[in-house]
């Protein structure tokens, strides 16, 4: 069964940094694609970043409004996917859910989520 | 960037009664197209991909159609646990992006 879960979510203050991490079991987690895509309080889902396999080249793509300040990364040694983030803004509050790739665009399997309050 | 919009914003029903829900695409995105239900305090789970192909455990009643930029999601006899919020996801065209989601409640 696939399980994914999230990690190191909290508040941190406008400017801030945070590293969330989603520890992955259930399946071979060099061969899949990873996802983050977050919910802001009452709003919808959003697409965050990607990272590929490193067999597809590893290359990772982010989303406009946290490209530059988002990074992705994975340690298939350990099985886990990361989000680090910096310059944290107040609209970056949101649950963060860590996602498998599906069919090369969709999300196919997803975490409970990590919420990150971004406050003063 | 692909806009998508979903229609109604909130769908009343009553349980069994069939329920019908759109995505319109600001452009085509041929046939990929996903659909997804969220419950309050549980993650997200795929329902449907490549506009009609249903995911893995997903009971028959959940159907999809559409294509271009036209989509539709229907449950034919609503079940107590399929009221919640769903929303349409298309992977045509970088970036990803979703719908705003309509929310399916029990009248």
């Known amino acids: 069964e696939v399980q994914l879960v999230e990690s190191g979510g909290g508040l941190v203050k406008p400017g801030g940094s945070l590293r969330l991490s989603c520890a992955a079991s259930?399946?071979?987690?060099?061969?899949?694609?990873m996802n983050w895509v977050r919910q802001a309080p009452g709003k919808g889902l959003e697409w965050v970043g990607r990272?590929?396999?490193?067999?597809?080249?590893?290359?990772?793509d982010y989303a406009a409004p946290v490209k530059d300040r988002f990074t992705v990364s994975r340690d298939d040694s350990k099985n886990t996917f990361y989000l680090q983030m910096s310059s944290l803004k107040t609209e970056d509050t949101a649950v963060y859910y860590c996602?498998?790739?599906?069919?090369?665009?969709?999300?196919?399997?997803w975490g409970q989520g990590s919420l990150v309050t971004v406050s003063s | 960037e692909i806009v998508l919009t979903q229609s109604p914003a909130t769908l009343s029903l009553s349980p069994g009664e069939r329920a019908t829900l759109s995505c319109r695409a600001s452009?085509?995105?041929?046939?990929?197209l996903a659909w997804y239900q969220k419950k309050p305090g549980q993650a997200p789970r795929l329902v449907i991909y490549?506009?009609?192909n249903r995911a893995t455990g997903i009971p028959a009643r959940f159907s999809g159609s559409g294509s271009g930029t036209d989509f539709t999601l229907t449950i034919s006899s609503p079940e107590p646990e399929d009221f919640a919020v769903y929303y349409c996801?298309?992977?045509?065209?970088?970036?990803?992006?979703f719908g705003g989601g309509t929310k399916v409640e029990i009248k």
């Open positions: 996801q298309q992977r045509s065209n970088w970036p990803l992006t």
């Open positions: 452009q085509s995105v041929s046939s990929y």
């Open positions: 259930g399946f071979t987690f060099s061969n899949v694609w």
């Open positions: 996602t498998t790739d599906f069919h090369r665009g969709y999300f196919g399997s």
């Open positions: 490549d506009a009609s």
């Open positions: 990272i590929k396999t490193k067999i597809d080249g590893g290359t990772t």
